[in-house]
Nanobody
């Protein structure tokens, strides 16, 4: 009964910034990895950024240096700060929570939030 709720998407001009939020119904400490994915029309879903329970981060090459993922275990919230946005960043952004086991990984997904960047 895990719920992830994203917010913060919207329309922004190129070069602008947005901050996405993902609030979990339970403690995010129970997940090995929290991440943000995105999917644009006609494209495959891709990993944008992730953060482990230990605080290690990983970014797609296309967003490294522009996006920052962070978490607050007390607030059960993960953020994605997006700066210097480009039209190619336009997509639906999804929050992901993952529990890693030896036999199987368990993934939970939010409903998505639309980000549109105009030129």
């Amino acid at each position: 009964q895990v719920q992830l709720v994203e917010s913060g998407g919207g329309l922004v001009q190129a070069g602008g910034s947005l901050r996405l939020s993902c609030v979990a119904s339970g403690s995010i400490s129970s997940f090995n990895v929290m991440g943000w994915y995105r999917q644009a029309p006609g494209k495959q879903r891709e990993l944008v950024a992730s953060i482990t329970s230990g605080g290690s981060t990983n970014y797609a090459d296309s967003v490294r240096g522009r996006f920052t993922i962070s978490r607050d275990n007390h607030k059960n919230t993960v953020w994605l700060q997006m700066n210097s946005l480009k039209p190619d960043d336009t997509a639906v952004y999804y929050c992901n929570a993952r529990q890693i086991w030896f036999v199987q990984d368990f993934d939970y997904w939010g409903q998505g939030t639309q980000v549109t960047v105009s030129s």
